[in-house]
């Protein structure tokens, strides 16, 4: 399932091509939540700004406008991540070009920034990933990255404590006093790496991701030996349970009733409002000779919803192989549902149907 961006045969695929293609008018690229006053996610990043540049006397550069089209380089090969790796798949990933995506994670800009002579820099912006349809996924969310480069010759001990100092007293100012524990994780960008979760309204809750730069990525930016640390982490995911918004998609409202409850810098709690009423479509279908990813079918759902987001849930609710001819059937429910209005059950229809013909065209199944 993981495929080479190398591999031509992938590039010409054209529904793949097709789809990157609309992503310009569907994507929400340039609303740049993260910059709109009074807006959560906008509070999350300046809270942690504020942190970062009270706690160190030397100032972290802020970046915040750096453009989500990058290259290849810069998103993957730059940070080391392998040829086959899955997060470079046309199912997870937004391509324009052969060589050109929208960032997947705001990693893409570390080694230019560590190239640029930065030695200190967080870097906030909107991410890309083809992904599920629920209350928690949406193909763009927020990330900030955070590089802290070391005098040359500093030991491996001292950046891994200092890591680990400086971001749960990050989590400490976001969370309050809470339990945390640093997980071993793999990034093939840094070693070692690590999570930290913190206990939060009684489960274990990943924060971020982090980790030692791997030295060659510094080297391959013309700093030689100088080590590093680097942390990435989701505004969203914080946002969701420090505001208590239940669903991923009411950042991107546009009702006074959601946006008139934040102010700039103050962390509240989400006061829920009626919703309009959902409605459900199921489509169930054999899958066809070509590979059938669930994504790709979320993609096409959102294709298809282009000019307002009306979709809030994918789900798989069946799947069976038949015993005789060993095609694979699957059942999808789909949930249409406005954040600010109505649907009429004709209107769902149409977008429905119009769902089908393009998973039929586009993904080889058979409608059942
Ligand atoms: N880029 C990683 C992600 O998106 C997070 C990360 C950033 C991990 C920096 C380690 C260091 O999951």
Redesign the pocket.
């Known amino acids: 399932n993981s495929m080479n961006v190398n591999n031509s045969m992938n590039v010409n695929n054209s529904m793949n091509v097709n789809n990157s293609m609309n992503v310009n008018n569907s994507m929400n690229v340039g609303r740049n939540l993260h910059l709109q006053q009074n807006h959560p996610l906008n509070t999350i990043k300046s809270t942690i700004e504020n942190h970062f540049n009270s706690t160190h006397s030397e100032p972290f550069a802020l970046h915040d406008s750096l453009s989500p089209v990058v290259t290849t380089k810069h998103c993957f090969d730059d940070l080391l991540i392998p040829p086959d790796h899955v997060s470079r798949s046309y199912s997870d990933t937004y391509y324009i070009d052969a060589h050109h995506c929208l960032r ?4 893409a800009h ?1 080694s230019t920034l560590i190239a640029a002579g930065e030695s200190q820099f967080l870097c906030t912006g909107d ?1 890309y990933r083809r992904d599920e349809i629920d209350s928690s996924h949406y193909p763009v969310f927020h ?1 900030m ?1 955070g590089v802290k480069m070391f005098p040359l010759g500093t030991p491996t001990k001292v950046i891994e404590d200092d890591l680990k100092s400086v971001l749960s007293g990050m989590a400490k100012t976001l969370f309050g006093d809470v339990e945390m524990r640093w997980v071993d994780a793999y ?1 093939p ?2 070693e070692p ?1 690590y999570e930290l979760e913190i206990f939060f309204n009684g489960e274990w809750l990943e924060v ?4 030692v730069i791997q030295q060659q990525i510094v080297r391959n930016a013309g700093h030689g030996e100088q080590p590093g640390w ?4 989701g505004l969203e995911r914080l946002a969701m349970v420090l505001f208590e918004i239940p669903d991923i998609r009411l950042f991107w409202s546009s009702d006074p009733r959601f946006h008139e409850q934040f102010k700039a810098g103050e962390i509240v709690k989400f006061k829920g409002y009626s919703k309009y009423p959902p409605v459900h479509r199921d489509i169930s279908f054999w899958t066809g000779g070509k590979e059938f990813h669930p994504n790709d079918l979320c993609e096409i759902v959102r294709g298809v919803c282009i000019e307002e987001d009306l979709v809030e849930k994918v789900e798989l609710i069946d799947e069976f192989v038949h015993p005789k001819t060993n095609k694979t059937s699957n059942c999808f429910r789909v949930t249409y549902r406005s954040m600010d209005r109505s649907l009429t059950n004709k209107e769902v229809d149409e977008i429905h149907f119009q769902v089908r013909d393009n998973a039929v065209a586009d993904l080889g199944i058979e409608i059942r």
């Open positions: 997947t994670h705001t990693s570390q991410v990330q990255e990034f960008f840094t790496s971020l991701g982090s980790g680097a942390f990435g982490l």
